[in-house]
């Protein structure tokens, strides 16, 4: 009895061995290479060029105005690209009475290679759309920010003395959901 047991013991685990290791049992498979083409992804891209005020003015008073012109270049590639151009705040900082009492506006000209229209209810904001949203050819345009400090923004000594940083204002191109 010992040596069937021995026996039956050691056919198992030559069995075992074979199934574990794929040995002899010879279960078929084959594999198939799909030509499922690539995925290429889009682009989007601002950049400004040529900036400038139409008239610096040295220091403000409640009541100034000023316009800073310069072109943009957008690239909004993407057969679903859905994107919004903006100034973003945070980039414009300094003393917060003076950064209060101002004014930012956002506008542009004449748009080629697609177009930039003003979100309602979104000041600054703008959808961007490109001509072809399959090609790198880029959104032109002439972005005009104009800075203002209304007349009646402040009263009193508020904001006197004080300072904002304009040379680090941003415009911001996104991505969002339709």
Known sequence: MKKLTTGLVAAGCGLILLIGTSGSLALWNDAANVDAGNIDSGVLTIAETG??????IQQWVPGDSDTYTAQVSIVAQGDNLHSQVTIDPASITGDP???AALQIG????????GTLTPVAGQPNVYDVSPTDPNSATPITAPVTVTATFPPDSVTGTVAQGQTVQLGGMQFVLQQVTP
């Open 51 to 56: 900036g400038a005020w139409t008239q610096p």
């Open 106 to 113: 956002l506008s542009f000209g004449t748009v080629t290679g």
């Open 97 to 99: 009475e003076l950064l």
